[in-house]
């Protein structure tokens, strides 16, 4: 719990951008200012902490940022705050700059550098910003939508010239370790095959006998969506070319899954979560995750979100699995 009245907050995102994070800045923000906080914008997460690259935030500052892509306080991954030293000097920079409270946009690993400054005294709240959706303790993170729809989109475009020329495409999709990406496009886009880290028994053999029956049955493409989790989509390709005759392309997506200007889901969701944190450390509240769950936005202790564990649905899955062109009972 926050044990003094808070005047000044500072916000900053961290680890990988997800389109989201401006609205999410922007709540923060305009929320702060209405509540009579001084708001301090930190660049380059906790990189910028160390170097103290703070600024003074106005409600103006965050004009024409709701539906940007990026982060406009830009971010950063940071060794040195994975080290003792490089954490005591993150709270003592927050102490020196009158920061009393400090909202992190990132992932479970900006989570944990949050998690290290609360143990510090400093009052800390986490966003959960990532296109990945693999924060446990929350159903939506911010750049997920996006990211979602700007990677079907794609995958609709690959489709269209696969199925021109007859071939089999390998489409590459973002997600770190997790497979959630991979398993909505699929879904979305239909695909004949998802490789999902939580999924794939890499028995490739399957996937070849599948393009293969695929074939004879008269499909013209074949769409499989594998996750970054899995990768070597170029390797895969080739094999299964050389395997079924079958002319096969990898496409790897890449950054541009992490670009573009926010859905309306993410720019709602993020100004929500913005605003919660800055009410959650009004409320005296320290080292909290804000998350939705079964639609409602609720917080959760760092300690416990960081300790939660996160799997695919299994109906989900199985249900994806049934859509399938070439699905065989009990398969
Ligand atoms: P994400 O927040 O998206 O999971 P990273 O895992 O790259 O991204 O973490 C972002 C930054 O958070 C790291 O570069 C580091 O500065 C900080 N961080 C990550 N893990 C820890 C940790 N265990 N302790 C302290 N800081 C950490
Ligand atoms: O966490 C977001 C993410 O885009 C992951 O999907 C991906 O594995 C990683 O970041 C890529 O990081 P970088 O921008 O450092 O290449």
Redesign the pocket.
């Known amino acids: 719990m926050a044990e003094k009245e808070i005047k000044t907050i500072g916000v900053l995102t961290?680890?990988?951008d997800a389109p989201g994070m401006n609205a999410a800045i922007r709540a923060v923000v305009r929320r702060g200012l209405s509540k009579g906080l001084n708001v301090k914008g930190i660049y380059k997460?906790?990189?910028g902490l160390l170097n103290e690259e703070i600024v003074d935030m106005t409600a103006k500052d965050v004009s024409d940022t709701i539906e940007r892509g990026g982060t406009i306080l830009y971010t950063?991954?940071?060794?040195?705050?994975?080290t003792e030293d490089g954490?005591r000097q993150g709270a003592e920079v927050c102490r020196k700059h009158g920061i009393d409270g400090l909202v992190v946009i990132?992932?479970?690993?900006?989570?944990?550098?949050a998690?290290?400054l609360a143990n510090l005294g400093v009052n800390t709240i986490g966003v959960p910003?990532?296109i990945d959706l693999d924060i446990a303790c929350t159903e939506y993170t911010i750049g997920f939508d996006t990211a979602v729809n700007t990677a079907m989109d794609a995958i609709d475009k690959v489709r269209d010239t696969s199925t021109s020329h007859e071939r089999c495409s390998i489409i590459e999709v973002m997600g770190r370790r997790a497979g959630y990406l991979a398993l909505w496009c699929g879904i979305a886009n239909g695909a004949e095959d998802i490789l999902i880290p939580e999924k794939y028994d890499y028995d490739e053999q399957r996937l070849i006998n599948n393009i293969i029956d695929s074939r004879k049955k008269g499909k013209k493409h074949h769409i499989i969506v594998n996750a970054e989790g899995i990768g070597h989509s170029e390797a895969m390709a080739k094999r299964i070319e050389a395997a079924t005759g079958i002319e096969t392309r990898a496409t790897i997506l890449g950054h541009m899954q992490r670009g573009g200007s926010p859905t309306c889901k993410d720019r709602v969701y993020a100004s929500m979560m913005g605003a919660m944190a800055v009410d959650l450390l009004l409320e005296g509240k320290s080292c909290r995750v804000v998350g939705y769950r079964h639609g409602a936005f609720v917080d959760f202790d760092i300690n416990e979100a960081l300790a939660m564990q996160k799997s695919v649905d299994e109906y989900q899955w199985e249900v994806c699995n049934s859509l399938s062109h070439n699905y065989k009972k009990n398969n």
């Open positions: 961290s680890g990988g997460g906790y990189a950063a991954r940071c060794a040195e705050f994975r954490q990132g992932g479970d690993g900006s989570f944990a550098g998690q290290k910003g990532t």
